[in-house]
């Protein structure tokens, strides 16, 4: 058993060995995926629309959905908020589930009057008062709260997903309490709170989880498999944990 193997093992039981370890994993994902230039968005409220957009879509369709918006000349908080909901449901379609995409949108730019449309002025909050803030939205769970104080305000909070919490099932190092607390505590406890490298260690994750480490991952050329229980076990088994079958 090499050196890093046996800081996996110990990892469950050792804060030092753990943050060596997801250092080490963040590290070769970065080897091999290389800066991912995080968020795709040229403002923060653009941020903001794409981080409800995306919930239960591919990107490419959130794409399409943004273009729409900026060739109506809609994309601010004002605009969306003059819009009848249907037309601005008729914008976003390519989103999928766009009725109710269009009244979480329409519920984050009420929320925005409340600061006169000055999103500085809403991400000079605390990180746990404006996230307390943004969970009350309609429509803003943790993971897309989360999303908006990362890329959006640019607070060191680490974004957790279904694509991350595989990732971690299956490298072994599963956190006690299997919830997107617990999982988001596994990052921000052992590392370091800084803004840019959870933007570009979320943004890998994501990579990773698309294109390798899939539902039916490809452990072969994988640059975690030295350092994964389920790509280094030759009993490979299906893993079980919540909303993996909608990647
Ligand atoms: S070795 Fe396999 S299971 Fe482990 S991270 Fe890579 S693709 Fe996922």
Redesign the pocket.
């Known amino acids: 058993m090499d050196e890093l193997k046996k800081v996996l093992v110990n990892a469950s039981t050792s804060r030092l060995s753990l943050a060596k370890v997801l250092e080490d994993i963040c590290r070769r994902l970065f080897d091999c995926y290389g800066p991912q230039h995080w968020w795709p968005a040229d403002e923060p409220f653009e941020v903001m629309v794409g981080a409800i957009l995306t919930q239960s879509t591919a990107w490419t369709n959130v794409e399409k959905a943004i273009r729409n918006l900026k060739e109506a000349r809609v994309l601010s908080p004002s605009s969306l908020r003059s819009l009848e909901p249907e037309e601005l449901a008729g914008l976003i379609k390519p989103s999928g589930y766009y009725n109710v995409k269009a009244k979480k949108l329409k519920a984050l730019v009420e929320w925005l009057e409340k600061y006169n449309d000055d999103l500085g002025g809403a991400f000079t909050l605390g990180t746990e008062r404006l996230r307390g803030d943004l969970l009350k939205v309609y429509g803003i769970g943790e993971e897309t709260a989360d999303s908006i104080l990362l890329y959006a305000a640019e607070k060191p909070v680490f974004v957790i997903d279904a694509y991350t919490w595989r990732?971690i099932d299956?490298?072994g190092i599963t956190p006690a309490e299997r919830s997107y607390a617990g999982y988001q505590r596994l990052f921000m406890d052992n590392f370091p709170h800084n803004t840019g490298r959870f933007n570009e260690y979320h943004a890998l994750f994501v990579q990773?989880g698309k294109t390798?480490?899939r539902k039916h991952?490809?452990?072969q050329p994988?640059c975690?498999?030295e350092v994964?229980q389920?790509?280094f076990s030759s009993n490979i088994r299906e893993t079980r944990y919540p909303h993996a079958k909608t990647l």
């Open positions: 990732i299956r490298i990773h390798t480490c991952p490809v452990c994988c975690l498999q994964c389920f790509g």
